[in-house]
Each structure stands twice: as structure tokens, then as C-alpha cells.
């Protein structure tokens, strides 16, 4: 195993291997070294296997002056080179952050009796969408903006155990997590071999990066810090498609929503781990800046609705989640913040029940509807808008 001071000096090695190439100011340069450590430190135990591999294959770092979303890796049969831009790498870490809070405060609103929401918590809620929705566009229009100062940025002058700090922490893992899916690639030598499909080769670096870092590792938070990493890298990639679609990569890749469940899958999570709910709380924070969203209607565990949600976002096609426009949302959250009464949602519910004829089926579904029309009247009622 390396220690700390002999990873600083391989990222110092490899910063001086790497493409010279000047790129736009960023706060994400703040962590440049740090990214370069990243595939080392996310799996100290193997660092020295790491770092002769990449000798050996002669493999370069580069940031590179593109405005565009550029993470991947080309090689020949003699040396690998794995290209990254500063918007994808500040996209990552605004996924990251975002990430996180949606989990803090849907897990805050849940463990409270009444479920309620308060007012800072929809402030944060707004503040996450603002950094998430600019570091999106910024990468989708290629338009290289400047990071937005008045919204959290990637510093190291963190408390620890901040929203800052744990963004950052698992924003490496993150990035660690897709080198060496970049690595293998390279390892694998996918650009010169044409024999399989492109879908082969993804699952086949998705794989080795997956099992690079979690193989051998025992200590359950270690492996859960890995796990939250790896929800964001693919989390963060299903957010450049639009649900139900095959936009903004090529048809023959594997769309991230099915690498997802796959990669918790082989790492062996538990039925309701916490990854898996983190993973929910990221595929929520993605459909609130889509045109289509979708709230749970099932008690199913973590990993069933996880599974079920990757497959809705893909299909429109759901057992345990209901859709909502997305020009719904300011309403549903304002009226989460008011929620109506326990009796006068059985109230409502008893009288779409009887208005459907007294079926013998579920009630949860007339519960879920008279719940969803009660929140928002309550919310059109304070907002000064008539019922439609």
C-alpha cells in the first residue's frame, strides 16, 4: 500500500506526463492534483499495481479546451491517452453536491411524523437545481461559462463533514470510478479490436473499474463511500439523456440507467442499502430538471424501486412510481410544505372510491389521488389561484 505522501508524487508524475494544454480558469482546478490521484487513492491497496500498469502502457492525462462533455480514452498498441474537459469535470462535481443534499433532505422530511418540508429546505432545493441546471446547459450548449459565484463551488476550504466536503470526497470516487473504466479501455486495447460491439466494450470497462475498486475491500464504510461514488458517475450520465430516449450518446452504448442497477448489483448491496436509496435520491434530483418526473407509490424495497425507476425513465412504464409534469413540481413541493390531513385524504379517497363504482382493488391508488388533488388545492389556495 502507498501512503499518502508517495500518491501526492505519482499525481506530481503524471501532471508532468500529461498533454500541456491551457484550459479556462475553474474552481474545479482547485482539486487538478487531486483528480490525478483519484484512481490511486480510491484503491490505495493496489496503487503500485496501478501505477506500473500505466508506466507500462505509457497512458497520458489531459485536460483539454473543449466547452463540451469529453471524458474518455483512446488508445494504440503502444501507449493510452484519457482525455477530460473542465465543464464535464465541473458537472461531475455539481452532480455530486446536488446529490447529496436531495438525499439530506428527502431522508430529513421523512424521518419528521408530519413529512413536512421547511422553508429553508425548499431554498436548498432551489439552490441545487440552479447549480445542477447551469453545469447541465453549460456542457450541453458548450457554451464554456464561467462558474456562477453566488452558487456552491468546489473549494478546499471545507468544514468536514459539509455538503462541500462530502461532494468533493465523492465526486473523486466518482471520477476514479470512470478512469479506470477509461483504463480499461485501454487495458483491453478496445480501440483496435473490432471483432465485439461497442456495447461489449462498456460493459467490459464498467466491469473492471467496478471490481478494481471494491474487490477485496471489507470495511463497510469504505465500500459504501465507493458505492455513493459510483451512483454519481452513472447517475451523472443518465442526466445528458432525455427520458425515454437514446439522445446524446450512440445507440450501441449501454444506456447508464442499465448500468446502474447492474454495477449495485455486482458489488453485492443489500435489498435497502443505503446506496441504493441515494441512488433514488439522485435519479430525483435528475427529473427535476426534465420534463417529466415521477413520485413513488409503493412501499417495494430500495432496490426494486430503483430497478423499476431506471426502467420508467427509460419506458414511461411503471409498477411503483406515478408521473407528474414537471410544471406540477413548484406546487407539489410548496404543498409538501402544508400537507392535508390524515382524515381529510380518507375523506377524499372514500369519495373517488365510490365515484369508481366500489372496487374490490387496491385503495392506495384513490389515497394517492385524493393526497395529490388535496396538495394541490391546499397550495393553489395560499398561492391566490383558483381551482381549475
Known sequence: MLGARRLTSIAKQLADKSTDTEVVSSPIENLYQFVLAAPFSAAPAKAKELFQLLEQRRVQFSYVDDPGFVFEAGSTSE????????????????????????????????????????????????????????????????AGEE??????????????????????????????????????????RHSDEKSRSVRAHEWEADERATSWLFDGVEDIAIRQKLGLGLVV??????????????????????????????????????????????????????????????????????????????????????????????????????????????????????QLWLKRGRPTDSPDADWFVAERLLNDFLARRRAGVGWP
Request: net charge negative.
Open 233 to 350: 458517475a452513472l447517475a451523472m450520465l443518465a442526466a445528458r439523456r432525455k427520458p425515454g430516449e437514446h439522445s446524446t450518446a450512440p445507440e450501441d452504448h449501454p444506456h447508464p440507467l442499465e448500468r446502474l442497477p447492474h454495477a449495485l448489483a455486482a458489488i453485492g448491496a443489500g435489498d435497502n442499502d443505503v446506496v441504493y436509496a441515494f441512488a433514488i435520491a439522485a435519479l430525483q434530483m435528475n427529473m427535476i430538471l426534465t420534463n417529466y418526473t415521477y413520485v413513488p407509490v409503493s412501499d417495494a424495497s430500495f432496490r426494486i424501486q430503483l430497478e423499476d425507476l431506471c426502467m420508467v425513465l427509460r419506458s414511461h412504464h411503471s409498477r411503483h412510481w406515478i408521473s407528474m409534469p414537471t410544471d406540477r413540481l413548484p406546487v407539489y413541493w410548496t404543498a409538501s410544505l402544508y400537507p392535508p390531513g390524515e382524515q381529510e385524504i380518507s375523506t377524499a379517497a372514500y
Open 79 to 142: 501507449e493510452g491517452l484519457i482525455r477530460a474537459s473542465v465543464p464535464t469535470l465541473e458537472l461531475l462535481w455539481a452532480a455530486a453536491y446536488s446529490y447529496w443534499e436531495m438525499y439530506q433532505l428527502i431522508t430529513a422530511v421523512q424521518r419528521r411524523p408530519d413529512r413536512r418540508r421547511m422553508r429553508t429546505e425548499f431554498n436548498r432545493r432551489v439552490e441545487m437545481e440552479d447549480l445542477y441546471g447551469w453545469a447541465l446547459a453549460n456542457v450541453a450548449r458548450g
Open 147 to 188: 462558474w456562477p459565484p453566488q452558487l456552491p463551488l468546489p473549494s478546499l476550504s471545507y468544514e468536514r463533514g459539509s455538503a462541500v466536503h462530502v461532494a468533493t470526497e465523492l465526486f473523486l470516487v466518482a471520477v476514479a470510478w470512470i478512469l479506470h473504466h477509461e483504463v480499461g479501455h485501454i487495458v483491453f
